[in-house]
Nanobody
Framework: QVQLVESGGGLVQPGGSLRLSCAAS????????MNWYRQTPGKQRELVAT???????KYADFVKGRFTISRDSTKSTWYLQMTSLKTEDTAVYYC??????????????WGQGEQDTASS
């Protein structure tokens, strides 16, 4: 299995920045996608950003130019750097890893979620 532990959430003023971390452990050699989602009460969960195994990234339109996904392979940790935060960015953010094991079996694994609040 893959275990994902998130950290870095908190409260900032609009226009501020936060960096979320997603540390992976376990059988992680087969991770081929890392995704960041967010969930707001009363709204549907939405995909924020994705990084593939080759390092390529994709972003939702509402965060382009403000959020950046990155990774530190030596630490098996992915990051979501969030800048110019808006009140509408307030949500619980989740990382999700997609992986293939040695038997070519797919699996999806979720972090526990981190609250990001942008408010005056």
């Amino acid at each position: 299995q893959v275990q994902l532990v998130e950290s870095g959430g908190g409260l900032v003023q609009p226009g501020g920045s936060l960096r979320l971390s997603c540390a992976a452990s376990g059988s992680i050699s087969g991770i081929y996608d890392m995704n960041w989602y967010r969930q707001t009460p009363g709204k549907q969960r939405e995909l924020v950003a994705t990084m593939a195994a080759d390092g390529s990234t994709k972003y939702a339109d509402f965060v382009k130019g403000r959020f950046t996904i990155s990774r530190d392979s030596t630490k098996s940790t992915w990051y979501l750097q969030m800048t110019s935060l808006k009140t509408e960015d307030t949500a619980v953010y989740y990382c999700k890893a997609e992986n293939i094991d040695a038997q070519n079996r797919n699996g999806s694994y979720w972090g526990q979620g981190e609250q990001d609040t942008a408010s005056s």
